[in-house]
T-cell receptor, first 110, second 114 residues
């Protein structure tokens, strides 16, 4: 079942912060975050495997709350290069495939 | 280390023709996934293959679509008798391992059916 991402879109000024949420109605095995720029391939950001896990990648970090079946992506001090559509992909137990949300479009303006 | 390669990058077909999309996984990766993306939408899983085996084809339309990953050569996604609704971006991803493996995406093939 497709995870629900929120918000659908967000507009920031350079240097501002944003949080993107990903929720599932079913138990999650792992959560995968990608960023896609228009006309390009999705680029892997990070994978979260355990409940309560947090990971960081420069100024982008994420948390995974297994109990709540949700993950959040945190972008701090946003840069122009952060613009794009962010997708969460979830893997449920017993399945290899990723089920992606509809995406959150992030626009960072100067 | 070359990433996932897909070709062609753009493909135009007339209704009723066949489309063949190729995907070469990253070196050392033996797991291949195909996804379809419609404009302004997320990625929809189609099929998961390992060398010479289809592991999960739950996302493949029952007719006209097939996929293979032979012992030698790239993975092929084949669409027979294309219709306008097949127009989309088709992405291939590869992974070095099951379950915990990160999937790395290729640049995609944009299929346009006239």
């Amino acid at each position: 079942q497709q995870p629900v991402q929120s918000p659908q879109a967000v507009i920031l000024r350079e240097g501002e912060d944003a949080v993107i949420n990903c929720s599932s109605s079913k138990a999650l095995y792992s959560v995968h975050w990608y960023r896609q720029k228009h006309g390009e391939a999705p680029v892997f950001l990070m994978i979260l495997l355990k409940g309560g896990e947090q990971k960081g990648h420069e100024k982008i970090s994420a948390s995974f709350n297994e109990k709540k079946q949700q993950s959040s992506l945190y972008l701090t001090a946003s840069q122009l290069s952060y613009s794009g559509t962010y997708f969460c992909g979830i893997r449920q137990g017993g399945s290899e495939k990723l089920v992606f949300g509809k995406g959150t479009k992030l626009t960072v303006n100067p | 280390n070359a990433g996932v390669m897909q070709n062609p990058r753009h493909l135009v077909r007339r209704r009723g023709q066949e489309a063949r999309l190729r995907c070469s996984p990253m070196k050392g990766h033996s797991h291949v996934y195909w996804y379809r993306q419609l404009p302004e939408e997320g990625l929809k899983f189609m099929v998961y293959l390992q060398k010479e085996n289809i592991i999960d084809e739950s996302g493949m339309p029952k007719e006209r679509f097939s996929a293979e990953f032979p012992k030698e050569g790239p993975s092929i996604l084949r669409i027979q008798q294309v219709v306008r609704g097949d127009s989309a971006a088709y992405f291939c991803a590869s992974s070095p391992q099951r379950v915990k493996g990160t999937q790395y995406f290729g640049p995609g093939t944009r299929l346009l059916v006239l």
